[in-house]
Structures are given as C-alpha cells and as structure tokens.
T-cell receptor, first 115, second 112 residues
Framework: GAVVSQHPSRVICKSGTSVKIECRSLDFQATTMFWYRQFPKKSLMLMATSNEGSKATYEQGVEKDKFLINHASLTLSTLTVTSAHPEDSSFYIC???????????FGQGTRLTVV | GENVEQHPSTLSVQEGDSAVIKCTYSDSASNYFPWYKQELGKRPQLIIDIRSNVGEKKDQRIAVTLNKTAKHFSLHITETQPEDSAVYFCAAIGNTGNQFYFGTGTSLTVIP
C-alpha cells in the first residue's frame, strides 16, 4: 500500500510554545490530507481537511488559529499547534487518500505532550 | 458531517468464539465503510471495507455486512484468536470528499 510518514512520532514541549507536525506522502501525491486527534481510549476525531494550494477546512469546534495547517506541496502537510497548553496533549494522526482510491493511508501518529 | 455510532464499546470473548461489532451512520449519501484495527499507540490498519453497492464481503475470518436501508453495518470475526485483541473502529466516508468519520471504537479482548 501507499506510504504516509508523520514526524515526529513523539514530542514534549513547554506550555506556550508551538509545535509543528509533518505529514508526508512518500510515494504518491496528495492534494488532500486529513488531520485527526485521538484522546486516550477514544476515537479519531477529524480536525480539518488540508488542501494543497488553498486554505484548510476545519471541522466545527476546531480553532483555526490554534491549529494552523499548511499544505505546502503535493506531498507535505503540516499541523502547527500554537501556544500549546497541557489540554492539547493528545495523539495526532494524519491520513491521505491516493488518487482515485477511497482507502485512507495513515501516518504513524504523533504523541504530543505539553508540560 | 456524518455521525457514526458504534456498539459495544468493550467486548470480551473466549478464544474460538465469534465477535460482532455494529455501527450505524446518518448520511445516506455515504458509500464507503471501512473497518480499522488499532493497537495502542499505533496507526489504524485497514482490515476490511465495503462499498454501498455490496451487501456482504468476507476475507477469511473477517466479514462485513451492510444494510443501506437501515444505515447500519457490522463486523464479524469468527474463530477469534488472542492476537485479534485490539481496538476496532468503523468509519463512513463523508459526502464532500475522502474524509472519514469514525465510530467511537470497540475494545475487543480475546481470552485464551
């Protein structure tokens, strides 16, 4: 299957700082990528749709200024958690569909801990 | 967006028994329904999927059924093994693109 790589896999940051998470499609181009958040023992919650060359589309209740998304190229989307707080601690995971495929290919996920 | 509900939230079965997980969805335009298995701290892994033009699909010990009229679909695992223990998520694809809306998850424990 297609490969989606996410980096870093784990990050610890101090409150008030910003953290950038990268999502790369390694062997295909992705005009669209999706960002999810998962709390412990909970489901994956869609945060936003990242669109190459245009603004991201955020789900209701997700703060645009808090979670900045940039789809810089056809193989890279970034999620920046700005002014991080401990309640932002979570597992963040991206996915990308490949071309006409419906199947979603997931990154490895990023465990963010804000202290 | 789509609203996907999943039951049960936890399920324990004896090794060799069957496990059934059920999901309902709200958007009748949804046409793709994957099931994912997720181990702790790992990415979800697709185990089986079904499209709306099919009522049932089977892959060895795993099967999925879909009832479009009732807007529900189910995962069936037969002859369960301890390595089947994990969290399982159903999902439905949104009607505006390839974004997935996930169910709340089922923690399956297979008791040896």
């Amino acid at each position: 299957g297609a490969v989606v790589s996410q980096h870093p896999s784990r990050v610890i940051c101090k409150s008030g700082t910003s953290v950038k998470i990268e999502c790369r499609s390694l062997d295909f181009q992705a005009t669209t990528m999706f960002w999810y958040r998962q709390f412990p023992k909970k489901s994956l919650m869609l945060m936003a749709t990242s669109n190459e060359g245009s603004k991201a589309t955020y789900e209701q209740g997700v703060e645009k200024d808090k979670f900045l998304i940039n789809h810089a190229s056809l193989t890279l989307s970034t999620l920046t958690v700005t002014s991080a707080h401990p309640e932002d601690s979570s597992f963040y995971i991206c996915s990308a569909p490949r071309g006409g495929d419906t199947e979603a290919f997931f990154g490895q996920g990023t465990r963010l801990t804000v202290v | 967006g789509e609203n996907v509900e999943q039951h049960p939230s936890t399920l324990s079965v004896q090794e060799g028994d069957s496990a059934v997980i059920k999901c309902t969805y709200s958007d009748s335009a949804s046409n793709y329904f994957p099931w994912y298995k997720q181990e702790l701290g790992k990415r979800p892994q697709l185990i089986i999927d079904i499209r709306s033009n099919v009522g049932e699909k089977k892959d060895q010990r795993i099967a999925v059924t879909l009832n479009k009229t009732a807007k529900h679909f189910s995962l069936h695992i037969t002859e369960t093994q301890p390595e089947d223990s994990a969290v399982y998520f159903c999902a439905a694809i949104g009607n505006t693109g390839n974004q997935f809306y996930f169910g709340t998850g089922t923690s399956l424990t297979v008791i040896p």
